[in-house]
């Protein structure tokens, strides 16, 4: 377990809030942000092994992608075109799309893209798919990632199986416990042996508001900053994000102060604070007797 408070002197590295252009801030996201867990939880039971990169290494992957975002930041027609390929509004393609643009863009990096969104079968069967296929050119290996972009909200006593996304089917334990038992099940693919298997999971947690916790897990990463999530309407003025700024909020403030609340994501005005909220369940509302 660590203490919050030892988190309140934490700087988040946020280099995406530094552009202007939208799209350019989303795809500073993709590379900069660190995963939303700092280790594969210990609770987990493992079938294929798999790793997840350190907070430095998305650090120092920005930092010599950083000339080429402010290129893009001035004229982003490059990337705007190569998104036209994404013909779904799934936050997780778009997510993988900016992952996909940025792995081509291989001077400015060591990672040398092999193949994306491969399909392997058996027969007329499919087993599976692989997002990435990464030769690294400083280790020499090959390297499997799979990647997602995911908001989960903490309930009950915040044990990994009790973290839900916003369809309650999707669990951080589920989804954990899907990587590795069926898509890091494959030891080769297009005559390379796969060496190393890492998981790219990022996005934001959410504790609840009215029992927000003294101390968490140590699997949470507590360099990425930790929202709040509640069926109560904050005291404090806060605005509706869209769709797409779920994965990095606009430069100016996209609409108005909310006066009406519905199911979303919210940032409060003027700070990086951000509160998922959530109806109240009509049975969680008292009932007036006439």
Known sequence: MITLNAMSHITYFEPWLNFKTS???QLAFVVASPNIIAQVPTDLTIKHAFQLHP???WQQLYLQYEPRLQQLDQD???LIHFLTQLKSTRLGLRFEYL???WL???TFHHLKLLGHSIQIFQGQQTLGEIDFLILNQHTSQIEHWEVALKYYLAEANFQLQHWYGLNRQDTLLRKLTHFTEKQFQFKSVQSHEIQQRFTILKGQLYYPTARFPTQTHSWVNHFRRLGRWGRVIPQQNYHA???????CPDLLQSTCTTKWWTNGLYKQENQQEFYMYRQPNMLDIPVRKM
């Open 104 to 106: 081509k863009d291989h």
């Open 55 to 57: 907070d430095h290494f």
């Open 99 to 101: 992952m996909w643009f």
């Open 76 to 78: 982003p027609s490059e």
């Open 241 to 247: 994000l869209t769709r797409q700024e779920w994965i």
């Open 23 to 25: 799209i350019v801030r």
